[in-house]
């Protein structure tokens, strides 16, 4: 199939990725304010957690069931309606008055905020070939910034004008996205011919058929688990004695990702240039070195944001070359593709959060981090046992 790869400018790019930004940016805003949600509804603090974990569980949903829809339809009509129903149920959310309707409505937020996946599919559908992964990084910067803006930004509004204003102010943007998504996205029809309950059976079939899939897939989750791992042992570990910080002081590291933010845009015009294969072993070898590091530089806040930022910046790095030899593996109609993959890296996530606090909690931070580091070491040993043309180029597409 024919694709006008020109359409898609350097504005477009920068647009799609500021949306990408906002949209995942939604799922995250209430976790700042959990006391204060749960002192509006009258709930605990543990009903309210057990509400907000519904968007990351909607989050996967969305992955399996809503990415594949923009090579199905128009991807602007798609999107476009993806940014709507979080406007509505962004907005439904500031009003509603029972934590078990926080969480159904928090549920349909997360499989929305999956709109970034979606983004992030079509931007590696039209980009040229030759700028696909400098383009995915631009996408996947925002994506990331979404990540670290919704709870900062969140957690301020929230202090500001109260948390349902708050979500009526993401609301609002998500409203005015999916308005200019329709104006500034081009007109591309759909790429699958496959109807859509075919398109999802054959999404398990492609591990089988694709090495390509496979490898990025197994990397993937890997270098997943290590981050949410360290992120989540981090909380913990700085929460007990002998730092007993505060929430808000803890919330503060996660500036260090900024340079992650930069990193991946790096990464993307590096994968262009050199190929997934270097980029990737490159960022892991920048992280793996980082996590160790973690092991003794935790009383140092100087060298904890750091390492933490190194870190970020190789996995996050890593993370913009793998994928980027995902959606090339079917140009033409890569969503279907991009869901197999990130259904698998995020459930490898959840499986990284719940190990990083259970064990920072019970074995301490300095083993934690190690067996990150370890995690991380075997990503790479993934990555140079697997023979090149599988971490750079496609596998034959399957008749």
């Not at 999404?203 to 694709?210: A, F, K, V």
């Not at 993370?319 to 995902?326: E, I, K, R």
Request: charged share 10%; aromatic share 8%.
């Amino acid at each position: 199939m024919h694709t006008d790869h020109s359409r898609l400018r350097g504005q477009i790019v920068g647009f799609i990725s500021l949306a990408a930004a906002l949209g995942t940016a939604a799922v995250y805003p209430l976790q700042p304010a959990i006391a204060e949600v749960g002192g509006a509804l009258g709930a605990s603090l543990g009903s309210v957690g057990v509400a907000l974990a519904c968007g990351p569980v909607g989050y996967l949903c969305g992955l399996a069931l809503l990415v594949p829809l923009v090579d199905q339809f128009p991807p602007r009509y798609v999107l476009s309606a993806q940014f709507g129903a979080l406007a509505v149920a962004l907005g439904l959310n500031a009003l509603v008055g029972q934590v078990w309707l926080l969480g159904l409505v928090l549920g349909v937020i997360g499989a929305c905020s999956s709109v970034g996946a979606g983004l992030s599919s079509v931007t590696a559908r039209l980009a040229s070939p030759d700028r696909r992964a400098t383009a995915l990084g631009v996408v996947t910067a925002g994506i990331s910034a979404g990540i670290l803006a919704g709870r900062i930004v969140g957690g301020w509004l929230a202090d500001l004008i109260g948390w349902r204003a708050m979500l009526g102010v993401f609301a609002g943007g998500c409203a005015v996205v999916a308005m200019a998504v329709l104006l500034v996205l081009p007109s591309a029809a759909g790429a699958n011919d496959r109807g859509y309950l075919a398109t999802l059976r054959s999404i398990p079939g492609l591990y089988r058929q694709y090495s390509v899939l496979r490898l990025a897939a197994v990397r993937g989750t890997l270098w997943f688990f290590a981050f949410c791992a360290v992120w989540s042992g981090l909380a913990v570990a700085l929460s007990k004695p002998p730092f007993s910080y505060s929430a808000e002081r803890i919330g503060l590291y996660a500036f260090a990702g900024i340079l992650g933010i930069f990193a991946t845009r790096i990464a993307g015009s590096w994968t262009d240039r050199v190929g997934a294969r270097r980029v990737v072993l490159g960022g892991l070898s920048l992280a793996g070195l980082a996590s160790a590091v973690l092991a003794v530089a935790l009383p140092s806040t100087v060298s904890t944001l750091v390492c933490l930022a190194l870190f970020d910046a190789g996995l996050f790095a890593a993370q913009v070359a793998n994928q980027s030899t995902v959606l090339a593996i079917e140009p033409d109609a890569p969503a279907r593709f991009n869901s197999a993959y990130m259904v698998v890296y995020f459930a490898g996530g959840s499986l990284g959060t719940a190990f990083g606090a259970a064990a920072a909690e019970r074995v301490g931070w300095a083993l934690t981090v190690l067996v990150t580091a370890a995690v991380i070491g075997a990503a790479a040993v993934v990555t140079l046992l697997a023979r090149p043309r599988e971490t750079c180029r496609p596998a034959p597409l399957a008749t």
